[in-house]
């Protein structure tokens, strides 16, 4: 069982923890949820030397959708505002502004996808690292690698 914990701290130290209130607020949920997913094991959390719980960045990417709304229905509902289909939903790794352009990396599960925006659209929806977007994918043509 020593393993575990040194398993938890090395995991700790590549991605960023919340604390439960933050990670109530990202998503959108209450505070007493966010513990009682932590004691229903719903939610992977680590506890510090002071047996307060923290939840790392990947559990509540992992959530993040799913608590938009209840249903299925309704989740389909807010995902179709628009009449694209390939829509994902991640956080904005970094926002870079260099003239009349803007790049937007956003981290979804494990991969990522850059966006070259206009520079006026990134300061109209007040772009920021850490918050929550979602990539629309319009194309004609997709591509397959094989790795």
Same mark, same amino acid.
């Given at each position: +069982?020593?393993?575990?914990? @040194? ?6 130290? =590549?991605?960023?923890? #919340?604390? /439960? ?5 990202? #998503?959108?949920?209450? *505070? /007493? %949820?966010?513990?009682?997913? &932590?004691?229903?094991?719903? &939610?992977? $959390? &680590?506890?510090?030397?002071?047996? =307060? =719980?923290?939840? /790392?960045?990947?559990?509540? !990417? ?9 249903? $299925? /229905?309704?989740? %389909? #509902?807010? +995902? ?12 904005? !790794?970094?926002? *870079?502004? $260099? ?19 206009? @520079?006026?659209?990134?300061?109209? +929806? ?10 629309? &994918?319009? $194309?004609?043509?997709? +591509?397959?690698?094989?790795?």
């Amino acid at each position: +069982m020593a393993r575990k914990p @040194e398993l938890q701290r090395r995991e700790a130290e =590549h991605e960023g923890l #919340l604390k /439960p209130r933050e990670t109530a607020l990202e #998503l959108r949920i209450s *505070c /007493p %949820t966010i513990k009682q997913w &932590i004691y229903k094991r719903k &939610i992977r $959390s &680590i506890q510090t030397a002071g047996r =307060h =719980h923290r939840i /790392p960045q990947s559990e509540v !990417d992992r959530l993040l959708f799913r608590t938009r709304a209840k249903t $299925s /229905p309704e989740r %389909t #509902l807010i +995902m179709r505002r628009l009449s694209g289909r390939n829509q994902l939903v991640g956080r904005i !790794d970094s926002v *870079c502004i $260099s003239g009349l352009l803007a790049e937007v990396v956003i981290s979804i599960g494990e991969q990522q996808i850059t966006s070259i925006i206009t @520079e006026q659209s990134a300061r109209e +929806m007040s772009l920021k690292a850490g918050q929550t977007a979602a990539a629309l &994918i319009k $194309s004609t043509e997709v +591509m397959i690698l094989r790795v």
